[in-house]
């Protein structure tokens, strides 16, 4: 070869190279861009995610809990929004604080949308969130979108910028949350009790026989029931009765100051793992052993719902029926507070008497369906599930 031919060979490898470095220079300012944007928009979505998780509760109407007729929620939407968007101390402010300049979102990026999605149990598409809810159907879903706009107060800037790109990218995230009350069942886990209490409630006591008597003593507006059984010797009227929460065995009073204080574990519900399904559709009953009487040893249950009522979550789920029977047949579920617990003498027998009042309840060892027993589930008042629904 030619000392000109090798001297053309070098000219050729050294451009060669020079494009090579140039495309591999380029190359890696694309990729760490990508990166950063990529964890950017990741960071929008779950920030979105976070917002609606914690914020959806607010749409829960207090007004439920006092039996009003007529439900508005305008307040609650506006408790909603104030959670979120409150300078300093709403969950958008904390958010901030806790991250850097660019991951910051100003409210000008962040729209809430308040609606109604029927069935959280299936795939949600756009026409399944209702906005507004029809006639008198309750809010469930907080819908919360995130768009960083390139032209806004605080965009996303790429890391390296020039070279005639754009300096900042559009970055979005969005998130539906539901409140899912179709409530049928609960299933406890080895890290999480079900916070059921082993004491069912008559159905008539509750829904009728507790708001007519007007029983109101901390006046915030919620009717109070006395649920009470009939003393050990088996004397006096009843509106209550011990249940065993495994409906494969019969009741057993020694486990109920432990179910009452810490409720359900997977053992206390047996071998489905499962306390129902239960509702009030022809064949959707959960059946199981009961007892009206006080048992023996009454006074541990009584002290059982009295810590249960001076701790920081007095709060418990209480399973209903319609119709007493040994066993009985449990139609579905109320939300309470525990406010207290006795022992009324009867001619010199005991009997227990807790009072409870209505009281909101989300948890995640709620199971929820939208139908059970060939009927659609009503939705519960007080229980509820949070879901990512979108």
Known sequence: MSRCARAKRRGFSSVAAILLTVIGIVTLLLVVNWTYLNLASRRMQDLAETLAWSAVYELLDDEKLQDAPVFDQVDDIS??????????????AQNNAASGPTLQVTDSDLMLTFGRIENANSPIGIGDFLLPPFGTDPYNTLRVEIFRDPGGMNPV?????????????KISGAAYVTLDSRVTAFRPTLTTNAPLAPLAIDEAAWFSSRTAGGIDTNGNGRFELRARLRTTAGTGDFNSVLISLDSAAGLNSSLI?????????????????????????SGGELTTDAERDSPTNVAAIATAFSDVAASLRPTRVFPIYSTYGDPVEIVGYVGARILGASLQNISGSNRLVVRVEPEFIVHPTAV???????????????????RLTR
């Open 157 to 169: 800037e790429l890391l390296i910028r020039g070279f005639g790109a754009p300096n900042a990218a």
């Open 368 to 386: 929820t369906q939208f139908t059970h027993a060939s009927a659609t589930v009503p939705e519960n008042i007080y229980i509820h599930k949070i």
């Open 257 to 281: 100051p432990t179910q009452v204080t810490a409720g359900a574990t997977p053992a206390d519900v047996g071998g489905t793992g499962l306390f129902g399904p239960a509702t009030a559709a």
């Open 79 to 92: 408790d909603t929004e104030a959670a979120i968007e409150t300078p300093t101390s709403g969950l958008l």
